[in-house]
């Protein structure tokens, strides 16, 4: 059964950081991409961040640049996101996804398509107060 779970949410004040975790299960990790996705209320959902486990090689969004660093650590099939200098504009649930196959050989171009995943997890509340 493929997992993706999701921890590491919580109440922050702006400035503040916090550190989320995707911990994964039923598919081979080393093979696939992962990404972060944020969704605000009203809002769409949006492409964070991702790490390809093949390469090591991460991509962010511009708004995240400088303050976010993801990170995987494959020994653990868990990838990480660090998130500092938060902003009110941060908050959203978090998710984690999983992408495999050719796409994920293709990181740089589908990282941030929501489509291009497989795999979901639930989902972690960040809340940013100012």
């Known amino acids: 059964e493929v997992q993706l779970v999701e921890s590491g949410g919580g109440l922050v004040q702006a400035g503040g950081s916090l550190r989320l975790s995707c911990v994964a299960s039923?598919?081979?990790?080393?093979?696939?991409?992962i990404g972060w996705f944020r969704q605000a209320p009203g809002k769409e959902r949006e492409g964070v961040s991702a790490?390809?486990?093949?390469?090591?090689?991460?991509y962010y969004t511009d708004s995240v640049k400088g303050r976010f660093t993801i990170s995987s650590d494959n020994a653990k099939n868990t990838v990480y996101l660090q998130m500092n200098s938060l902003k009110p504009e941060d908050t959203a649930v978090y998710y984690c996804?999983?992408?495999?196959?050719?796409?994920?050989?293709?990181?740089?171009?589908?990282?941030?398509?929501?489509?291009?995943?497989?795999?979901w997890g639930q989902g972690t509340q960040v809340t940013v107060s100012s």
């Open positions: 039923g598919f081979p990790f080393d093979s696939y991409g």
């Open positions: 790490i390809s486990n093949r390469d090591g090689k991460p």
């Open positions: 996804a999983a992408v495999g196959g050719i796409l994920a050989s293709k990181l740089d171009l589908a990282w941030s398509t929501e489509r291009a995943y497989d795999y």
